[in-house]
């Protein structure tokens, strides 16, 4: 329920996410709210939209709170003082270059922390190995650690991440009542997406036949049977490793009676004319995956198509715009990030048109129902999804 709670509060900017959770010694969980969104927070809408078997109450609390930065510097500082200490009993000069060469942030899996790779590099680490994974582990109050490197190029995208601590890399992640487990030497989580997740979660998929052409380890596949009640989803995914883990979470959740898992490139999928809605979850493009999207809608009454991209704006001309006008750019910004979803959308619809007439042999209609920002990658790179609707004429 905390989570379910936390994640939408989350999404409609209710929570001020600089702040960190508090929670109470009879164990209420405090969440931190953005005073200038405090009088338009209605928690009856939130207990309908969000259902439980507990109260949601809104207290004053005198707890104090404490940011996020400001708690990763004190786990940076404990952090260093204990291994200041370990290097010093050991003989060891605590330089300039080792504090640099600490991690200055990480991803926590349950009892597993991932470092990133710019960190313990110098050589004097080697030299203490096993007692530094430990010890690092007690200043993060981690019992597993493990270090990210890259992204390997094996086309599944799949991490290169070594195990330092721990007997198995398997961990577990809950978003909106939904559960995802993962190998972190063989998957990547895709956190970011939370929203688009969620949004899913609130279609009404009930007596409808779903395709996820990118199924991953589930990230869409789940919320469409959880929470969309799709009839039944067939999910697509070439990496083996990822198929393990959307087995393991389709039985996790219970779902796994209305999924097919579908092994392989999804280009050679023997399906067609089933779907009432596809899901192209591939990001920079799901381009490869429209011909095979357009085979599977239904030919008697369409559907729709869930198409990812990552949309690139054209750089503003900023000396037009005064420097110290910087409202007046961020309105100019925003207006050409939105044209330039817009163009992408009327040129995908004008495609899957053609693409839908070469499949079928007969006329379709699209409808551009509705284009969702996901997340930025970069000041002019944007992750969106166009909802089109396909009919046939």
């Known amino acids: 329920m905390r989570n379910r709670v936390r994640e939408r509060l989350q999404v409609e900017g209710f929570l001020d996410v600089t702040l960190c959770l508090v929670k109470d010694s009879d164990g209420t969980v405090l969440l931190p709210i953005a005073p200038s969104r405090l009088s338009q927070l209605d928690l009856h809408s939130l207990q309908t939209v969000v259902p439980s078997d507990g109260p949601c109450e809104l207290v004053w609390s005198q707890a104090p709170l404490q940011s996020k930065k400001e708690r990763g510097k004190m786990k940076g500082n404990k952090l260093q003082l204990i291994l200041q200490e370990l ?3 050991q003989g060891e000069r605590w330089t300039e270059e080792l504090k640099a060469d600490l991690p200055r942030s990480f991803h926590r ?7 990133g790779d710019k960190c313990f590099s110098q050589p004097l680490w080697k030299k203490i190995d096993q007692q530094l994974w430990r010890t690092v582990a007690k200043g993060l109050g981690a019992k597993r650690l493990a270090k990210m490197s890259r992204i390997s190029s094996d086309g599944f995208r799949s991490p290169v991440v070594t195990m330092l601590l721990g007997d ?8 909106n009542g939904i559960k995802y487990e993962f190998d972190v030497t063989k998957c990547m989580f895709s956190a970011g997406n939370i929203t688009e997740k969620l949004r899913v979660a609130g279609f009404d998929c009930r007596e409808e036949t779903v395709v996820d052409l990118y199924a991953g380890i589930g990230y869409f596949t789940l919320p469409y049977l959880v929470h ?16 393990e883990a ?10 796994s009676d209305r999924c097919t898992v579908h092994e ?6 023997q399906l067609c004319d089933i779907a009432d809605r596809v899901n192209l979850g591939l990001i920079p493009s799901s381009k490869d995956g429209w011909p095979v999207a357009c085979r599977l809608l239904r030919r008697t009454t369409g559907g729709i198509l869930h198409i990812h991209q990552n949309v690139t704006s054209p750089l503003l001309n900023t000396a037009a715009v005064p420097a110290i006008n910087d409202g007046a750019q961020m309105v100019s910004g925003k207006k050409a990030d939105r044209e330039a979803w817009q163009a992408w959308a009327d040129d995908t619809a004008k495609r899957i048109i053609s693409l839908l007439g070469d499949v079928t042999g007969s006329q379709w209609n699209t409808n551009i129902q509705h284009i969702e920002h996901v997340k930025s990658y970069a000041p002019h790179v944007h992750h969106i999804v166009l909802d089109l609707e396909c009919r046939p004429s």
């Open 87 to 89: 290097l010093e009993s």
């Open 109 to 115: 899996h349950q009892d597993l922390v991932l470092l």
């Open 168 to 175: 198995h890399s398997w961990v577990r992640h809950v978003d």
């Open 228 to 243: 969309a009640r799709a009839t039944h989803v067939h999910a697509c995914e070439w990496n083996p490793n990822a198929v």
């Open 246 to 255: 959307l087995r393991r979470n389709l039985e996790a959740n219970r779902v």
């Open 264 to 269: 392989g490139d999804n280009r050679q999928l």
